[in-house]
T-cell receptor, first 112, second 114 residues
Framework: KQEVTQIPAALSVPEGENLVLNCSFT??????LQWFRQDPGKGLTSLLL?????REQTSGRLNASLDKSSGRSTLYIAASQPGDSATYLC???????????FGGGTRLMVKP | GAGVSQSPRYKVAKRGQDVALRCDPI?????LFWYQQALGQGPEFLTY????????KSGLPSDRFFAERPEGSVSTLKIQRTQQEDSAVYLC????????????FGSGTRLTVV
């Protein structure tokens, strides 16, 4: 059974810092991996999707990498801002149309 | 509508009561998923529909949970004889793609069983 773990569970940083969120998964036979953002009381917003054949994806200040063989992904946030404060979730998909398996999330607080 | 709409936003149920949670997906979206998110944890898969067909219900935790999507649009998740461990946020997501790409999540229904 696929298991997804995110470290750290919580992170507090001053504004402007670059930071890395980690995600690991136990079964490397994935179809894709996504990073989501969740604000309190809100649904999930997809940030980046990496296909199993890709190594990384970038969107603005966000960069996600994927090392399928070692079962790891990282989300890099450059020049963090207070508006980045949220919970970040990674999720893997083992086949097209299949459900997502989520990690427990990293709660990020960026202090002004 | 512009997004996935879930109702009610909040529901308080007495233990043993039946509840029904509604999801209005984006018009024309083929795929619809239900997830359960306990406090401080990531969402966990419950069930998946492609149009009106329920293709996967392996995540439903017990036979007290039932989901339907009779006309391939609106879906209802029903929980019978609610128990305290059912307290969670129930998230619905829809996608235009049978492969599940382009997920849009609703804001969820927070269920509290007292």
């Amino acid at each position: 059974k696929q298991e997804v773990t995110q470290i750290p569970a919580a992170l507090s940083v001053p504004e402007g810092e670059n930071l890395v969120l980690n995600c690991s998964f136990t079964d490397s036979a994935i179809y894709n991996l996504q990073w989501f953002r969740q604000d309190p009381g809100k649904g999930l917003t997809s940030l980046l999707l990496i296909q199993s054949s890709q190594r990384e994806q970038t969107s603005g200040r966000l960069n996600a990498s994927l090392d399928k063989s070692s079962g790891r992904s990282t989300l890099y946030i450059a020049a963090s801002q207070p508006g980045d404060s949220a919970t970040y979730l990674c999720a893997v998909n083992i086949m097209a149309g299949n459900m997502l398996t989520f990690g427990g999330g990293t709660r990020l607080m960026v202090k002004p | 509508g512009a997004g996935v709409s879930q109702s009610p936003r909040y529901k308080v149920a007495k233990r043993g009561q039946d509840v029904a949670l509604r999801c209005d997906p984006i018009s024309g979206h083929v795929s619809l998923f239900w997830y359960q998110q306990a406090l401080g944890q990531g969402p966990e898969f419950l069930t998946y529909f492609q149009n009106e067909a329920q293709l996967d219900k392996s995540g439903l935790p017990s036979d007290r949970f039932f989901a339907e999507r009779p006309e391939g649009s609106v879906s209802t998740l029903k929980i019978q004889r609610t128990q305290q461990e059912d307290s969670a946020v129930y998230l619905c997501a829809s996608s235009p793609d049978p492969g599940g790409y382009g997920y849009t999540f609703g804001s969820g229904t927070r269920l509290t069983v007292v």
